[in-house]
């Protein structure tokens, strides 16, 4: 059987990415001051209400969640998420300081934005990581106490889409609501791994004769 697993540099260059690609979709949403869920949404919404920055919220709000995924996941997920939270973190301040949007439609930054993030997820998916936090909470809440991950996820993430009408316009939580949809639509379509399963190469009537003329030692 072939080995699957991606080396050590193929994971970090793919994070690598796929923390640029959030970064870049979290720096859309700032600019037109919108909303996203998860620990992410967390710490843009904590922005909206005290002068901190993004990246060290999202940063510290990460950190108390690491022991349950070396605990309960593995040991490669807990570093692969470090480095993805923590790409994240130093790409989503470094990132204004070369971007510069003058102007930009918010419907626009919320679907582009929801789909850089979701495909930066994706990847993360697929290299045996995730933006850390609620999602790992999530995961230990289901295997602990039966609390389907997905309940819970959409819980916690109607909570927050909730408390930003008390700081952003209702109009923007709305889009920031189709934001959410449009980085769900992406994961959810894509993550599929039974979908993407390579064929087996087929064997030509020459090599099933060879097969016969020369059988395996058992």
């Given at each position: 059987?072939?080995?699957?697993?991606?080396?050590?540099?193929?994971?970090?260059?793919?994070?690598?990415?796929?923390?640029l690609?959030?970064?870049?979709?979290?720096?859309?949403?700032?600019?037109?001051?919108?909303?996203?869920?998860?620990?992410?949404?967390?710490?843009?919404?904590?922005?909206?209400?005290?002068?901190?920055?993004?990246?060290?919220?999202?940063?510290?709000?990460?950190?108390?969640?690491?022991?349950?995924?070396?605990?309960?996941?593995?040991?490669?997920?807990?570093?692969?998420?470090?480095?993805?939270?923590?790409?994240?973190?130093?790409?989503?301040?470094?990132?204004?300081?070369?971007?510069?949007?003058s102007?930009?439609?918010?419907?626009?930054?919320?679907?582009?934005g929801?789909?850089?993030?979701?495909?930066?997820?994706?990847?993360?998916?697929?290299?045996?990581?995730?933006?850390?936090?609620?999602?790992?909470l999530?995961?230990?809440?289901?295997?602990?106490?039966?609390?389907?991950?997905?309940?819970?996820?959409?819980?916690?993430?109607?909570?927050?889409?909730?408390?930003?009408?008390?700081?952003i316009?209702?109009?923007?939580?709305?889009?920031?609501?189709?934001?959410?949809?449009?980085?769900?639509?992406?994961?959810?379509?894509?993550?599929?791994?039974?979908?993407?399963?390579?064929?087996?190469?087929?064997?030509?009537a020459?090599?099933?004769?060879?097969?016969?003329?020369?059988?395996?030692?058992?």
């Amino acid at each position: 059987m072939n080995n699957t697993s991606h080396r050590v540099y193929e994971d970090v260059f793919a994070l690598l990415c796929a923390g640029l690609f959030i970064a870049f979709g979290i720096f859309l949403f700032q600019s037109q001051e919108l909303m996203v869920g998860g620990a992410a949404g967390l710490a843009l919404l904590t922005t909206y209400i005290a002068p901190l920055d993004f990246g060290l919220l999202f940063f510290l709000i990460n950190l108390p969640f690491y022991y349950l995924a070396w605990r309960h996941i593995s040991k490669r997920f807990m570093i692969n998420t470090f480095i993805s939270v923590t790409t994240v973190s130093l790409f989503s301040e470094w990132v204004p300081h070369f971007v510069d949007i003058s102007r930009i439609d918010p419907i626009f930054a919320a679907v582009f934005g929801g789909i850089l993030i979701g495909v930066g997820m994706l990847i993360m998916f697929r290299h045996s990581s995730s933006l850390g936090g609620l999602g790992i909470l999530a995961f230990y809440l289901q295997s602990r106490f039966n609390i389907r991950a997905g309940t819970f996820q959409l819980a916690v993430d109607t909570c927050i889409l909730s408390l930003s009408f008390l700081y952003i316009d209702a109009e923007l939580v709305l889009i920031s609501i189709l934001a959410a949809f449009c980085l769900n639509m992406v994961i959810s379509l894509n993550h599929r791994p039974e979908r993407y399963t390579l064929p087996s190469v087929k064997k030509s009537a020459a090599d099933d004769d060879a097969d016969h003329l020369h059988p395996q030692n058992g």
